[in-house]
């Protein structure tokens, strides 16, 4: 099983409202990330955690909440989004020693109104 | 930290024609370079790699180059295909530290006209 997968495809969502995204790994990967990817633009680094510890925060605002239950599972809070933040979320996961080899889930588009 | 360019940012063939993608990086430590292919709807896809201590890898259509000395290196896709039509991202990473991240091109999309 060489899938990342993520929930929901697709979301649009309101300025007040609060949501979540999810990714759920079976690689046995213990590095997973979290990527912003603008239209016509690069995939960006937001978070990764190493060991289902937070060991990398870009500077992201706090109405994105990162949390990583377990070593298989990924989510994304979301509360009070600006309509800037509408974009592709990308989760990804490697090994921890290997972190330019990533595999990608399909994304989840995110609409903010 | 490391820059990575990327050229073109499109680029257009006829199917069977060949493709070049072309990346240089700023980083002299950087060691590891993967390509990743988007396609449309999808997340990034690594297809093909190369190491520091290679100068050429080949997988079938595609193939990478290094110049270590020159900080640049590129992806060929020979006889291409419509399904090589896509955004191919090139990235550098100085593998092997722990906390280092990939640092992605600006990305090239693909068009391979039937």
């Known amino acids: 099983d060489t899938e990342v997968t993520q929930t929901p495809k697709h979301l649009v969502m309101g300025m007040t409202n609060k949501k979540s995204l999810k990714c759920e790994q079976h690689?046995?990967?213990?590095?997973m990330y979290w990527y912003k990817q603008k239209a016509k633009k690069p995939p960006e680094l937001m978070f990764v955690y190493s060991y289902e510890k937070l060991s990398i925060n870009e500077s992201v605002p706090s109405r994105f909440s990162p949390e990583c239950p377990n070593s298989s599972l990924l989510n994304l809070h979301l509360h009070a989004l600006q309509p800037e933040d509408s974009a592709l979320y990308l989760c990804?996961?490697?090994?921890?020693?290997?972190?330019?080899?990533?595999?990608f889930g399909e994304g989840s588009r995110l609409t903010v109104l | 930290g490391e820059n990575v360019e990327q050229h073109p940012s499109t680029l257009s063939v006829q199917e069977g024609d060949s493709a070049v993608i072309k990346c240089t990086y700023s980083?002299?430590?950087?060691?590891?370079f993967p390509w990743y292919k988007q396609e449309l709807g999808k997340g990034p896809q690594l297809i093909i790699d190369i190491r520091s201590n290679v100068g050429e890898k080949k997988d079938q259509r595609i193939a990478v180059t290094l110049n270590k000395t020159a900080k640049h290196f590129s992806l060929h896709i020979t006889e291409t295909q419509p399904e090589d039509s896509a955004v191919y991202f090139c990235?550098?990473?100085?593998?092997?530290?722990?906390?280092?991240?990939?640092?992605f091109g600006g990305g090239t999309r693909l068009m391979v006209k039937p």
């Open positions: 690689m046995g990967h213990r590095a």
């Open positions: 980083d002299s430590a950087s060691n590891y």
């Open positions: 990235a550098a990473i100085r593998a092997g530290d722990a906390g280092n991240m990939l640092t």
């Open positions: 990804a996961s490697s090994q921890v020693s290997r972190t330019g080899e990533l595999f």
